[in-house]
């Protein structure tokens, strides 16, 4: 017979029966064979939890139970009654004139892609973060394309979390946009960060349930956003969800629903620091990975943040001394007449610009941002000067300061790349309140830079590979943020890649229990640098690398977990012995 082409001799039946289990090695593989009730099972060896001999195991009533971590098995098909070990592999058995036949190379139940595809909504469902990482790493070995187990986490996230967008599908999304900046097995690690977090973000929370868009679907579109503004104005997260999905279901396009949105979320005064506007724009990018088809279910999600969030003219720092709320409500309430006077009109920045968004006089900065509208500069120009100068504030932040304080900061350049990136996509004239927003906040932030830390000097003669050795090293111990911010700049000067230079920071990230604003502040300082001249970019580079060091080392458990899945789909041992070893 054909299929017994594929079976080898694996053991005398007597002597199996006598013993009751052997350990065999077949084809590379290390198999184990249980007699057990008058049946004869085979299978992996190798407990796919984390690797321990299963030869070593109980049996009883045809359960299997590892006794590492207790994983229970059924012995014939090697189901597993323990969500968190994955299911171990069975082999075809024969016995033929008292000898033992296994075939060890049968064809599986399912292709890799969908068995790992399956898990990772398994993993994602029960927050394991080992079923993470073994599900993207397999995934990703089968040549299944990122934007696979990505789009299974938006989705995932956006369904599950009645809250809707949170840090943990922004965290994904970051990680998603600078993978292309990432070392192959980097790549792995950035998914799976960013799946770990979009889990614990909906562990144990409600689920979302979806309004019903209106009937009304051919309804003029300014008309919808003006509806939509007034839900989210009256704190009204349903009425705003039904008038979002009526304008999705009428078809209008990624420019005209994310402007929607970036309106109301400008309609306040830089709402819960910031992080709404991020949302919105990291929801924005997410679809540009998995597709605008999709916007029904993500777009949704940052409704209710919107709607709930707190505002900041509320707030006393805005109020008091100077009333900077009222001061942008009069510049708004004339944006019309000056958008007006700068049509048609050409606009460069002005070489003292930057130093005028540094300054400590909140109402030169707000006439020189006013001038610039009414010279023609566009809602992304202005974003891009603004977002420069919240960089800068990272990049020169004072360790004198509260450690906390570095989250200010952090917060005002998020905020205004958000802003700037939102700008080009839409260039919805709102959103030239959004860059004054940040330029407020940039005013605000002048304390942390006092004083200001130093940008590194130029080092045209350093040498690249000794600074990426000084880099890495300031990762790897606490209060090194200086060494690592001069390491970065003098690596650039020295001629660096500066690819190399992203990759290696990357990479350092990665390796960390990062926090929330870790993941943010890398990908904005990537996101912002990438397109300017190698100056700004150095500034922005060097602002990277001192936030990361400041909030490194940590305990890298999530480390851990993924060189541990990564071990067992290469066949290695975790528990200290090779299978191969064992079958020996």
């Known amino acids: 017979m054909a299929s017994q082409d ?28 249980f007699d057990h009730e008058g049946s004869v099972r085979a299978i992996d060896n190798a407990c796919p939890h984390m690797g321990f001999p299963l030869v070593r195991g109980s049996v009883d009533e045809g359960v299997l139970t590892c006794h590492w971590h207790h994983a229970r098995f059924e012995l014939s098909c090697g189901d597993t009654f323990d969500p968190w070990a994955d299911d171990v592999r069975t082999y075809p058995v024969e016995v033929r004139e008292g000898t033992v036949y296994v075939d060890p190379n049968p064809e599986p139940d399912d292709p890799p892609a969908v068995r790992w595809s399956n898990r990772l909504e398994d993993g994602l469902e029960q927050n394991l973060r080992l079923v993470v990482a073994k599900s993207v790493i397999g995934l990703l070995d089968a040549g299944v394309e990122p934007t696979e187990p990505l789009s299974t986490g938006v989705r995932f996230g956006c369904r599950y979390r009645r809250d809707g967008w949170g840090s943990g599908l922004t965290i994904l999304t970051a990680m998603a946009n600078v993978l292309p900046d990432l070392a192959p097995d980097d790549r792995k690690r950035a998914l799976y960060q960013g799946l770990v977090h979009v889990a614990g973000d909906v562990s144990d929370e409600p689920p979302q349930f979806e309004q019903d868009a209106l009937g009304a679907t051919d ?33 209008h396009d990624d420019a005209e629903l994310a402007g929607m949105v970036a309106a109301a979320a400008t309609d306040h005064r830089y709402l819960d620091t910031g992080h709404v506007l991020d949302f919105v724009n990291k929801a924005c990018e997410a679809l540009d990975h998995v597709g605008w ?89 202005l974003a891009d000067v603004v977002a420069f100068a919240a960089g800068t504030r990272v990049a020169r932040f004072s360790t004198t300061n509260e450690f906390g304080d570095w989250n200010t900061v952090h917060h005002t350049f998020t905020y205004a790349n958000a802003v700037h990136r939102l700008a080009e996509r839409t260039g919805a004239k709102e959103l030239y309140r959004g860059a004054f927003d940040a330029a407020v ?78 993941y943010q502040a890398l990908e904005a300082g990537f996101e912002q640098a990438a397109t300017r001249p190698p100056e700004e970019a150095r500034t922005l580079l060097v602002g990277v690398a001192r936030y990361l060091a400041a909030h490194s080392p940590t305990r890298r458990e999530r480390e851990q977990t993924f060189s541990i899945a990564a071990r067992l789909q290469r066949g290695e041992s975790v528990y200290g012995e090779d299978v191969e070893d064992a079958a020996r």
């Open 219 to 251: 309804t003029d579109f300014d008309r919808l956003r003006s509806w939509f503004r007034e839900n989210v104005e009256v704190r009204d997260p349903d009425g705003a969800e039904r008038v979002l999905r009526t304008a999705i279901a009428a078809g």
């Open 441 to 518: 906040n940039v005013y605000l932030d002048r304390f942390l830079n006092t004083p200001p830390a130093p940008l590194p000097d130029p080092a045209p003669d350093a040498d690249p590979a000794e600074a990426l050795e000084t880099l890495s090293a300031a990762f790897d111990a606490e209060g090194r943020v200086n060494d690592a911010g001069r390491a970065a700049a003098v690596f650039l000067d020295g001629g660096g890649d500066p690819a190399r230079l992203r990759r290696e920071l990357g990479g350092a990230l990665l390796r960390e229990d990062a926090g929330f604003h870790t």
């Open 293 to 381: 088809d999709r916007a029904d279910e993500v777009l949704p999600s940052l409704v209710r943040g919107l709607a709930r969030a707190d505002r900041a003219e509320e707030s006393a720092e805005w109020r008091r001394p100077i009333d900077l709320a009222g001061t942008l409500d009069d510049v708004f309430a004339d944006l019309d007449d000056h958008v007006a006077a700068g049509a048609g009109e050409t606009w460069s920045r002005p070489d003292d610009l930057l130093d005028t968004l540094l300054g400590d006089d909140p109402h030169v900065i707000v006439d020189a941002l006013t001038g610039a509208i009414r010279s023609g500069a566009t809602p992304a120009q």
């Open 6 to 33: 594929r079976f080898r001799p694996a053991a005398d039946l007597a002597n199996l029966r006598e013993s009751g289990r052997e350990l065999v090695a077949l084809d590379g593989r290390s198999i184990v064979l």
